[in-house]
């Protein structure tokens, strides 16, 4: 059961207002779901777009961000549960520590940086939660052939190809997350998570 997301994506909206109306639709629909949403704490772009949503249908939010984007003034106002952390690895690791899956919508170097941390993790057992990326547009479709290509020139196992799902919609994105199943050969016995 999915009772919280750490949602990556961008803090620029793009130059397309559909990306940030889809991130707003995101973080509505995971309030709607009773799934709390953690994100990066950005009050701006795709991030901003999203905790709106959220906080839009009355969803429960969590933002983690850095002391030095913290005093630029870049966080979300209206999220009353603000974590500021010392450093970027601080945030991604509180977001991995509270989230019972990842997604990611349209972002930039960010974006991929913290989608692949956590599928790296995965593949490690470090976790066994479901990751996906919303990808509207195709947005996603050269890192998803650049994933097929890793399986079939030898580097990247095909079970380890299927952490990551795919959908076009948020709707049909946290289906599939929910219906992900963990694959059993597991290489490393999974790290125990605390309870937050």
């Known amino acids: 059961m999915l009772r919280s997301l750490a949602v990556y994506c961008g803090s620029s909206p793009g ?15 995971l309030a709607s779901r009773g799934i709390r949403m953690v994100y990066g704490g950005g009050g701006v772009g795709m991030m901003g777009a999203a905790a709106d949503g959220a906080l839009s249908a009355n969803g429960t939010v969590t933002g983690i961000i850095p002391d030095f984007l913290d005093t630029r003034e870049l966080k ?15 945030r991604k690791q509180l977001m991995v520590d509270l989230a019972d899956g990842f997604i990611a919508l349209p972002g930039g170097f960010g974006t991929l940086d913290e989608l692949f941390e956590v599928l790296t993790w995965s593949q490690l057992a470090i976790h066994q939660h479901p990751i996906g990326v919303l990808n509207v547009d ?5 890192i998803l052939a650049c994933l097929d290509t890793m399986v079939a020139r030898g580097f990247l196992r095909r079970q380890d190809r299927a952490r990551l799902v795919s959908a076009d919609s948020p709707e049909a994105l946290l289906d599939a997350l929910a219906a992900w199943q963990a694959p ?13």
Do not use: P, Q, S, W
């Open 138 to 142: 195709g947005f996603f479709d050269g």
């Open 15 to 29: 130059n397309d207002l559909r990306y940030a109306r889809l991130a707003f639709e995101t973080g509505a629909l």
């Open 184 to 196: 059993t050969d597991l290489k490393f016995k999974l790290a125990r998570r605390a309870d937050l």
């Open 76 to 90: 979300h106002h209206g999220v009353a549960d603000m974590r500021v952390v010392r450093t970027m690895h601080e």
